[in-house]
């Protein structure tokens, strides 16, 4: 059974710094690997899609890697601001399946 | 606007009733989902449909039911047999196939009083 991993859980910085959110999965057998960011009450919204033939992929401040061999994914973000404060979730579409499974999220928060 | 649109945003329902949650999405995606969010449990899949008039049972399927009769809906059933329905509940939907990206809306609270 796959299962997701984000750590931390909880991250707190002050504005302007580089981060790095981690993110692994048990099974490689995946289809792609996607970071979401869920603002408090509020559904997801999708940040960046990564195929399973895919290294990384960026957008703006963000960038995703992916090492399916190891199971392990990294978003960085650069230069934090305080509206980058959310949870963000990564998830993996199930090999064999129409599944996502997800991680229970790492809680960002930024410091002005 | 394309996108996904979960009503009501929130709802109360008086133990052993049933409620149904509505999912509507115009992105003409084939594959759609329901998962349940919980403090400090993540999300849990509930639900998941692939095509019209076909959907399999997820994860904690127990005391929920679903349909698909059309491409754009996937109500959500949460009967009396659901012994804690309190959640957050999300609905999301997908080209399918496995290599596309998931889009979510905004979500429906619900609430046993």
């Known amino acids: 059974k796959q299962e997701v991993t984000q750590i931390p859980a909880a991250l707190s910085v002050p504005e302007g710094e580089n981060l790095v959110l981690n993110c692994s999965f048990t099974d490689s057998a995946i289809y792609n690997l996607q970071w979401f960011r869920q603002d408090p009450g509020k559904g997801l919204t999708s940040l960046l899609l990564?195929?399973?033939?895919?290294r990384e992929q960026t957008s703006g401040r963000l960038n995703a890697s992916l090492d399916k061999s190891s199971g392990r994914s990294t978003l960085y973000i650069a230069a934090s601001q305080p509206g980058d404060s959310a949870t963000y979730l990564c998830a993996v579409y199930q090999g064999g399946s129409e599944k996502l499974v997800f991680g229970k999220g790492t809680k960002l928060t930024v410091n002005p | 606007d394309g996108g996904i649109t979960q009503s009501p945003k929130y709802l109360f329902r008086k133990e052993g009733q049933n409620v149904t949650l509505s999912c509507e999405q115009n992105l003409n995606h084939d594959a759609m989902y329901w998962y349940r969010q919980d403090p400090g449990q993540g999300l849990r899949l509930i639900y998941y449909s692939q095509i019209v008039n076909d959907f399999q049972k997820g994860d904690i399927a127990e005391g929920y039911s679903v349909s698909r009769e059309k491409k754009e809906s996937f109500p959500l059933t949460v009967t009396s047999a659901q012994k804690n329905p309190t959640a957050f509940y999300l609905c999301?939907?997908?080209?399918?196939?496995?290599?596309?990206?998931?889009?979510f809306g905004q979500g429906t609270r619900l609430t046993v009083v």
């Open positions: 990564i195929q399973s033939s895919q």
């Open positions: 999301a939907s997908s080209m399918g196939q496995g290599t596309t990206e998931a889009f």
